[in-house]
Every structure is written in structure tokens, then in C-alpha cells.
């Protein structure tokens, strides 16, 4: 989970629905699946859109399911603590949605303009590339009409800036969402597929994107906050993260040129901050005599 949480919302956040109701509200289920080239294994994943709300549902094996929910308004994200009665709330504001901004800046986008047709829905072919290498990252297939819950990890007043990426206010225009996702490697080898295989468009219980009212709530902004504090006071401000990045970059291009496995970059340090803490308090909680969902 900790792997794969990154990678979705990364994969979505290229999936930004529209600001106005010129391209119209979806309601209804998206059902994914993920699957790895260097595994044979395939997960499934549940999209649930209503308005300005989103529930993901992704199997975990041995009949676990993870369970997250996304409210586009106030750019928050809830994950459920299996079995505590508890769930995490994060802010996607701030610090989170900086570092996607700097992610996009390093991204080519060309819309190519063929469409294809997934579970029954057409969709346009994007290719992302890397702007400094020059390489494949992904093809998406992004089709449109889809509810604002996808935007739930940006502010919309930032779409609309002309300071903004074209593609960002295009579908920010047009409402869309990536029905397929493909991400390639450095050797240009297919690596992890993202694709809905059927669309449920129907009304949802409002209940869906809410957990029950006598769960516990943890906020984790307050610990959002005091990682960006412990950071500038260490001189870990914005500057040296974008510092860090780079010498990451430069150390996976010596290897290579070293003929060493280059190996995953890996989620930023930033990332690695967050899925720390998350692990400390799943442990944490886990200690804690269980109680029924």
C-alpha cells in the first residue's frame, strides 16, 4: 500500500475534472485495475464519484480492502484504520500540492490527438515525457465528463492562472478523467497498467463518502505542519528539496553512465516523511485492543 499510494494519486492528479458545469456531473463507479509487468499479479480498484466527493476502494488480498475518500472542496483526503474505528485526515493543500506543481514542471504533455474507446467510453491518447531526459514516462487516455471529485488534489483558482501548463486549463475546460494509464520504465518497457474495465454511471447513497460518525478522526495536518517547521529550521526549505531532487537525478544518471542498475527513484523525501509517520501510527494503533467496523 505504502508503494501504490503514491503512484495513484499521481495517476489521478493527471485527471483534473471540471471547474464549471459546462462539462456536466458524473455520479456513479469506475472499476480499475492494476496491474505490474515484473509480477503477474493484478489488483482491483474501485472508483466511486459524486459531485465533489470520491471514494476509492483497492483490494489488498485475504479479503482486505483499502478505503480512501477524497472531498475536491476542501482538499482533504480521509484513509480508514481497518478494524480501530478510527481514520486519518490529511490537507492536500499547501506543501502537497507545491510538490506536484514542481513534479509537472519536469513534464512535457502532448495531447496526439487518436482516440481510443475504453469500457465503452472514447478517450484521447496523452504522452507525458520527461522535459531534461527527453523520455516516455506514460501514455493516459483521458475521456471526459467526469465529476470534480478527480480534482481533489488542486486548487482551482490555480487552474485558471496563466502561469499555468496549457493542458492543465484545457482540462480544467473540458472535464476529464485517465481511463487507462500506462508507465513506462527507463529502458522504454511497459512497467505498471492502470485501466477501468467498466463504468457504472448511477446514484450513489451520500453515506459512501463519509466514515461513521463515532470513528475517531487524527488529523494529520498538525504533523504536516510541524515536518514543514523541523525542515526550515534544518534549512530544508523549498530550495533544498528542489536541491535534493536534483542530486537525486544526477546520482541515477551517474549509475547508468556506470553501467549500475539505476533502481527506482523512489517517493520524494517529503513522501517518505509522511508514509514514515503513517506506519508509526498504524503500529500504534494495532497495540490498541481491536474493535468491530
Known sequence: ??????????????????????AGEFEGVLHMTTSHADTDMKSAMDWYLKGDKGRMEMSRGEGRTSVMIFDA??????????????????????ERGEHLAQTFEHQVVE????????????????????????????HVCVAKGFGKAATFWADPKDARRSSQPGWMKQLAEEGGFAIRSIQYDEAGKESMRMEVTSIDKKSLDAGLFAFPADWAKQDMSAMQERMKAMREQKGQGKADLSKMLEDMKKRKAARRGAGEPAGEAGPQPDMQ?????????MKKQQVQPQGGQ
Open 1 to 22: 500500500m505504502q508503494r501504490r499510494w503514491p503512484i495513484v494519486v499521481a495517476t489521478v492528479a493527471l485527471s483534473l475534472a471540471p471547474l464549471s458545469a459546462r
Open 111 to 138: 495531447r496526439t490527438g487518436k482516440t481510443e474507446t475504453i469500457a465503452g467510453y472514447s478517450c484521447e491518447i496523452w504522452r507525458i515525457t520527461d522535459k531534461e531526459q527527453h523520455r516516455l514516462k506514460s
Open 73 to 94: 472542496t476542501t482538499r482533504t483526503m480521509q484513509m480508514a484504520m481497518p478494524g480501530q474505528k478510527s481514520y486519518m485526515e490529511f490537507s492536500l493543500a499547501g
Open 273 to 281: 516523511e509522511i508514509m514514515k509517520q503513517l506506519s508509526e501510527a
